[in-house]
């Protein structure tokens, strides 16, 4: 399997080189040139398989330059019970709310509560194998810029892997408190945060120059260190979220809901694309389903363009309850225009160069039919985000986060909207105390004015009965490390600082 970039399709690229390199030269993304594809028959095999090798047979499939050993040391590093609490670690909770049934697909049982996890606990095996195949002996540099979540679930990925290390930026205003404290506490000797003023699209921004910055590439270089990154523009980020959707897919057959080969709607809070594209490649593998619902917050850029065709991010970028989501550019999106372009890479650099000088771009007409028959986009705002969070609690005994409550309330529009009964996965991507504050105050219908957040979360617990999270109560009594706040035109040189240079 081989891998070409979407702003230049006549480059190549081994499994291993795409994700040692985070992103192609020119900028671009990697996508591998064809999709393995899984029958009745294949899916009737995974049936029977618990997560892990369910994730040893994806991986294998996608990336052929590692051997089956290099795969499963990968995998039973990643997935361990230790760390997610169980031999699942993507449960589904299933209950009829009102007069439809709910299959939550939980992805926050891992070490930082979120569904990144279910990436960041193995990138980075990935990575140090990778590039002992393709770098033999360079120090990997991995810069994140962060919402909120990513930030921690990468750390937590990263500290003290031998030859790694990384530097996370998130917006000073742009994460929750919680958030914040999870990543200024994070141990580790490889492992360094920073805080920019800006958005998140500020951070991200400032981390792409970096990576195509030949200053700073030089200056790594003479050091025998390189560039990689954890966002989800790499692929070795992207690729173990598919193994969930094709897990998920499994058990719902062996729970009864569904039968091999029946389609399912798959539900996905939305921010940067990377989640619900790798559904979408779930479905290019041969999965059934339906419609992929594309739930965006207030920042609904995505909704306009499901239904519009039309990418327009000169808007204003609205701070909200489920921060993970607050972005006006989500960068996977550009993977999905170059698949349905016809992996037309002059049309996708086009497209992305008019994104980053006019802020807005429009695909053509045959691309937009094909972005509007699989996917439907619907947004929530923030008073809907906090009604659905209550009503889920209160008539169906099920505390749900912002995130995920953008997604149930989502679906449910889509449900009236549509009729349609497809069975329904819906992806619940953090842990409610994640988000204490905002999920409180939902149940409790009032303003939560306390300023210390383990108050909160105390709170929330003595209210729901629910269990906080082990990892989160472990950050409790933790000192901050980290406190620097900077202009995001400086990150260049703290990058060259944090690592000594
Ligand atoms: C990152 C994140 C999302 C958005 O996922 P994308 O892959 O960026 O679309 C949704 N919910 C939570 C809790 C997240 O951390």
């Known amino acids: 399997m081989q891998y070409t970039s979407t702003q230049n399709n006549t480059a190549t690229v081994s499994s291993a080189q795409a994700i040692a390199q985070g992103i192609s030269a020119e900028g671009g993304l990697f996508v591998p040139e064809s999709f393995p594809k899984y029958d009745g028959i294949t899916f009737e095999t995974l049936l029977k398989l618990d997560y892990k090798s369910r994730a040893k047979k994806v991986l294998s499939d996608y990336l052929t330059d590692f051997t089956e050993a290099e795969i499963s040391d990968c995998v039973e590093k990643a997935y361990t019970a230790d760390k997610f609490g169980s031999d699942n670690p993507a449960p589904i909770a299933s209950f009829t709310h009102e007069d439809h049934e709910l299959n939550l697909l939980e992805l926050w049982h891992g ?41 921690k679930a990468a750390l937590e990925g990263f500290k003290d892997v031998p030859n790694t290390e990384i530097i996370v930026f998130y917006p000073s205003d742009g994460v929750s408190p ?22 998140f699209d500020d951070a991200q921004t400032g981390v792409k120059k970096i990576f195509t910055s030949k200053e700073v590439i030089d200056a790594l270089e003479k050091c025998n260190m390189m560039f990689s990154s954890a966002n989800s523009i790499n692929w070795g980020r992207l690729l173990p979220q598919i193994v969930y959707y094709i897990s998920a897919y499994c058990d719902m057959v062996n729970e009864g809901k569904i039968k091999i080969g029946e389609k399912i709607n798959i539900v996905v809070p939305t921010g ?28 609904n850029v995505l909704t306009d363009f499901i239904s519009t065709g039309k990418y327009n991010k000169n808007r204003k970028f609205i701070t909200t309850v ?17 698949l349905l372009s016809g992996r037309d890479s002059e049309k996708t650099a086009e497209y992305m160069n008019a994104l980053k000088t006019q802020g807005e771009y429009t695909v053509e007409d045959c691309v937009k039919a094909s972005v509007s028959e699989m996917f439907y986009g619907g947004y929530c705002t923030e008073e809907e985000t906090l009604e659905t969070i209550s009503a889920l609690y209160n008539d169906s005994n099920y505390l749900c986060d912002t995130h995920t409550a953008v997604a149930v309330n989502v679906y449910e529009k889509y449900l009236k909207e549509t009729g349609d009964r497809t069975p329904a996965v819906i992806v619940s991507t953090a842990s409610p105390y994640k988000f204490s504050r905002a999920v409180l105050s939902a149940i409790e219908g009032r303003e939560i004015t306390e300023e210390d957040e383990f108050k909160i979360v105390d709170s929330l617990n003595a209210l729901t009965n629910t269990e906080i999270p082990a990892p989160l109560e472990e950050t409790r009594t933790l000192e901050d490390r980290f406190s620097a706040v900077i202009e995001s035109d400086t990150m260049p040189q703290y990058v060259l600082k944090a690592l000594g240079l």
């Open 272 to 299: 940067n694309f990377g989640n619900i594209l790798a559904a979408y490649f779930a479905y290019q593998m041969g999965m059934p389903v339906n419609k992929l619902i594309c739930a965006s917050n207030s920042n």
């Open 178 to 199: 919680m958030q914040k404290h999870q990543m200024n506490t994070t141990k580790g000797g490889n492992v360094d945060v920073c805080a920019i003023i800006g958005n």
């Open 111 to 151: 070490p930082t509560c979120a569904f990144k996890d279910m990436a960041l606990q193995i990138l980075p095996h990935l990575l140090t194998c990778s590039l002992k195949k393709t770098a033999d002996g360079k120090k990997a540099v991995i810069l994140v810029a962060t919402s909120g979540d990513t930030g």
């Open 322 to 338: 489920s921060p993970s989501m607050d972005i006006l550019v989500s960068s996977n999106l550009e993977r999905l225009i170059y």
